[in-house]
């Protein structure tokens, strides 16, 4: 007789000792317990409880609190009404469960309902002879009774029943049935434990009698039910997605298989050609280890290839300091002009020409390597001082200064150098390439070219970064404000406006001068926010001041824009909003924009000044003669006046010497049709020769210093006058009305 066999017969004698342990239960039941009660948990255990079945993740077990409706019926309606409810609800589970898709074999229902009523029938023989027991309390609604009656008649229900389902498995599997018992029958402990901890609660709750507790008992209940029913679903999830995640790997293996055995006889054929295949590989793996540590543009070595030679030789020289390097860093200067201009096809072949030279400049032993975009960097070994090393940096300066021609394009480079010698200090790469940055920026700072570091140059570093730092909170600190100097009109002495200035008035350090912060302003676009913040500040104060008097209605505030935020897309933006929100008149703010500025991209300023200008803003060009102005695009420029640098005025002597640039800058404004304005007016001399020369307008410190809003204001109330002859006039007068009326005069 087979196991197959073997096992049927087990099922079909333990089906029928399942009907009669239910056919004694049916003929024994009492009338009471035919209660509503006993009906009322009788459905709760068939059409309820199994639907809170949960599933064990990679199990063939299923968690039941219906055995909890099996120990309650038994505690409060006997044995033969537990044995009724026993073997319905386990019919009546098998039946979900195999609807949800549980694996159910031929005769498992019937054979899992008659081993829960034999179960529940041999548990109730057991139970009779435990009221005896000298461990259980003759007080039969005390809580130690409750304990022990519920604990026995788990204990009993979950060895009979696991014992009997060990046995069909091991009947079925030919194994000894102890090890089916502990791999698969032990976890189903966990439903007796379930069902006797929610029945003895619910016991208590009746016998209790508290509507209120019972009803945060069961809640708490259906919380604590839908928190684990949730985590079995989200482990059943997880289980599922990576079940499905083996499956589809267990399917791309077996086609990589099959693919293997199909090209098997066509990879003998290719086996000749293994030896070239390797040759090749190993090529491959030489130009990728090359391409790691070299430039794909320059074929220089590249950043990571230079950190590590230059690692040797901090180790090196740490261990002998006869064996001493120095690291130079070279930033090719307008690099971004070249590729605005020429497009980067151009800029590409400017870098590669660029590192060509450079290596000719240098001893086979150094090296040079592009550290990224236009930056190189080199080592330059065994120089005895930092004097040679400045030498070779001169030379690699003049010689990449040389012009070239490139696709019919004349090409003239710039270089900042910064040389970092070598110190014992350096630990790293990193901190010696920090420091030949920092003498580069020096040099292009000082536009000196080159530029050795020092520790002093490290803490004008760290100054600016931290005078950066606090530029970037001054706004939020209320530490800027604006100085207005005024623009008079030089034949009457009548006020044009007022030049916005800003001014920085730091928490610790005090007035910081503007030369100072507004590099650092433009270098880090904090600029662009704090132009933005001056064109609503002065644009609402001039507002307020054309309120004063009628006369003052048509003064205009002039506000410098640097090139940055000229080239910015918010700059009109932003202007228009300063002026919406002001509503002051576009014709009273005028922008200034340096010669140097306007003429550096010259195409795409007139756009936007033409742009500005539809708005209805006045534009000036600040700066004159300072910058490198053409005359074929400066005619273009739609400006309406020209403001002249004070280097022309303050070299103008007391009788007119050198007072021909002057002239010329000022005919060369008329024939342009621009207004013009001189700036840094501080002598009567320099008054009269500007106002000789047809000059319109100038400002100076001859009329006013830059003044604070409130003194501005002050002076607007007080109409006072601006030319020196004009308020020595009105002193003048002043003094005889005084003299005649016999009053002090002040």
């Known amino acids: 007789m087979d196991r197959n066999e073997l096992s049927n017969y087990a099922k079909a004698a333990i089906i029928a000792a399942g009907g009669g342990v239910f056919a004694v239960g049916l003929a024994n039941i009492t009338e009471e317990s035919l209660s509503w009660g006993y009906f009322s948990i009788l459905i709760f255990a068939v059409f309820f409880a199994p639907r809170m079945t949960l599933a064990l993740p990679r199990s063939r077990f299923a968690i039941s609190f219906s055995d909890a409706s099996v120990f309650l019926t038994f505690l409060v309606y006997g044995g033969p009404a537990a044995i009724i409810v026993a073997t319905l609800e386990s019919l009546a589970s098998c039946w979900y469960l195999k609807g949800k898709g549980f694996p159910f074999g031929r005769l ?26 000298p461990f259980i309390t003759p007080d039969h609604g005390s809580t130690q009774h409750l304990l022990a009656t519920l604990g026995s008649l788990a204990l009993c229900q979950f060895g009979i029943s696991s014992l009997l389902a060990a046995i069909f498995g091991a009947l079925k599997e030919g194994t000894n049935p102890f090890t089916i018992w502990k791999r698969d029958c032990f976890t189903s402990s966990m439903t007796q434990i379930v069902g006797a901890a929610l029945a003895g609660l619910v016991f208590k709750l009746i016998s209790f009698g508290d509507l209120v507790t019972g009803i945060i008992a069961v809640g708490g209940l259906g919380i604590a039910y839908l928190s684990y029913r949730q985590s079995i679903g989200e482990v059943n999830d997880a289980i599922s997605t990576a079940e499905a995640a083996e499956r589809t790997r267990a399917e791309l293996e077996r086609e990589r298989r099959r693919e293997a055995e199909r090209y ?83 800029g590409d072949k400017v870098l590669m020409i660029a590192g060509k030279r450079f290596v000719r400049m240098l001893n086979p032993d150094d090296m040079v390597a592009r550290i990224g975009g236009d930056e190189f960097a080199v080592i330059l070994k065994g120089l005895s001082s930092t004097g040679k090393a400045q030498k070779v940096a001169r030379r690699i300066f003049e010689s990449i200064k040389q012009p070239f021609s490139l696709s019919g394009n004349n090409i003239s480079l710039n270089v900042n150098i910064g040389i970092a010698p070598c110190d014992a200090e350096y630990s790293t790469p990193e901190e010696v390439l920090r420091d030949a940055d920092i003498a580069m920026h020096y040099a292009k700072e000082k536009n000196s070219g080159v530029a050795v570091f020092t520790k002093e140059l490290r803490t004008k570093f760290l100054e600016r970064i931290r005078t950066e730092n606090d530029l970037r909170e001054a706004l939020d600190r209320d530490e800027l404000s604006m100085s207005y100097q005024p623009l008079v009109d030089l034949k009457d002495g009548h006020l044009l406006g007022f030049e916005a200035l800003l001014r920085w008035n730091h928490h610790e350090l005090g007035n910081i001068p503007p030369n100072k912060f507004i590099p650092i302003a433009e270098d880090s676009g904090l600029i662009i926010p704090i132009t933005t913040w001056i064109l609503q500040d002065t644009c609402s104060r001039l507002a307020r001041w054309q309120q004063i008097d009628p006369s003052y209605r048509d003064l205009i505030v002039s506000v410098n824009i640097s090139g940055k935020h000229l080239m910015h897309g918010d700059l009109i933006a932003d202007v228009e909003h300063a002026l919406e929100m002001s509503k002051l008149s576009p014709s009273s703010l005028k922008l200034e924009i340096t010669e140097s500025v306007a003429m550096e991209n010259a195409d795409q300023t007139i756009n936007i000044l033409n742009r500005l200008k539809r708005l209805g803003v006045q534009l000036s060009l600040d700066d004159f003669g300072t910058g490198y102005s053409s ?15 004070r280097s022309f005025v303050y070299s103008v002597g007391e009788h007119g010497e050198n007072s021909e640039i002057l002239q010329t800058i000022i005919s060369l404004a008329k024939n342009l049709r621009m207004r013009v304005i001189a700036e840094g007016i501080e002598t009567n001399s320099q008054l009269k020769l500007l106002q000789n020369l047809g000059c319109d307008y100038g400002q100076g410190y001859l009329m006013a210093k830059p003044m604070v809003a409130e003194a501005a204001e002050r002076a607007l109330y007080e109409s006072r006058t601006w030319l020196p002859e004009e308020r020595g006039m009105l002193v003048n007068t002043i003094k005889g009305s005084a003299k005649d009326a016999q009053l002090p005069v002040f």
């Open 264 to 346: 098997n006889e066509e990879l003998k054929l290719l086996l000749e050609k293994e030896e070239n295949a390797n040759a090749a590989l190993r090529k491959s793996e030489s130009d990728f280890q090359h391409a790691a540590l070299h430039d794909s543009l320059t074929r220089l070595p590249n950043r990571k290839h230079f950190g590590d030679m230059l690692r040797v030789l901090i180790a090196q020289y740490k261990k002998d300091p006869t064996k001493t390097f120095h690291v130079i860093f070279l930033d090719i200067g307008r690099f971004k002009n070249i590729n605005d201009s020429l497009g980067h096809t151009i």
């Open 631 to 645: 005359l074929s695009i400066l005619h273009r420029l739609p400006f309406d006046t020209l403001k002249i640098d």
């Open 108 to 133: 498992m229902i019937p054979t899992n309902a008659s081993i829960n009523a034999v179960s529940i029938g041999l548990t109730y023989l057991i139970w009779l002879s435990v009221p005896r027991a």
